[in-house]
């Protein structure tokens, strides 16, 4: 399931506009004077400078793979293996029977319990992303300015 969206054409291209505008050639100039490689360069010197970007298209990537239940339908038969989002989508569109229809008070009470069962489950489905984002905050705002006018 993450093999067919493990890498998005924009995400590079955001990347690669981060790197090339906040990383200056002089930069890898001298340290190929000092007797830097190429490989010692992005390891040592654009990764620890790119943490921002980093963080922005891993919180990018993670919220993608956390909201997707369309490759799942696609993939997986199997309802052990369903992920969170299949089986939110399964209790929102569950139709629950309401009993007799002369009982008013239970069908009530069967609405009621229906509808805190499916907003509980969207607030429980929610929570790690709302609980992510206040970490990688400082860096979203800081890479998402990447395109941004400069005043």
Known sequence: ML?????????????????????PD?????ASLEGCGDFYYLIKI??????????????LY??????SYFNAMIYLSSRELFPLQLILRDILILNMG?????????????????YLLRYSTIVVASLP?????????KHFIK????GALKG
Do not use: C, K
């Open 3 to 23: 093999i067919p969206t493990a890498l998005g054409v924009w995400n590079v291209i955001i990347t690669r506009t981060y790197i090339q505008s906040n990383i």
């Open 26 to 30: 002089d930069l890898y100039e001298s």
């Open 46 to 59: 654009v990764i620890p400078l790119s943490r921002p970007i980093i963080a922005v298209m891993a919180l």
């Open 62 to 67: 993670a919220v993608g793979h956390w909201n």
């Open 98 to 114: 309401l009993g007799n229809p002369q009982d008013v008070e239970r069908q009530q009470e069967l609405l009621y319990f229906s």
């Open 129 to 137: 992303v709302m609980l992510a984002y206040p970490f990688v905050q």
């Open 143 to 146: 890479g998402i300015m990447i």
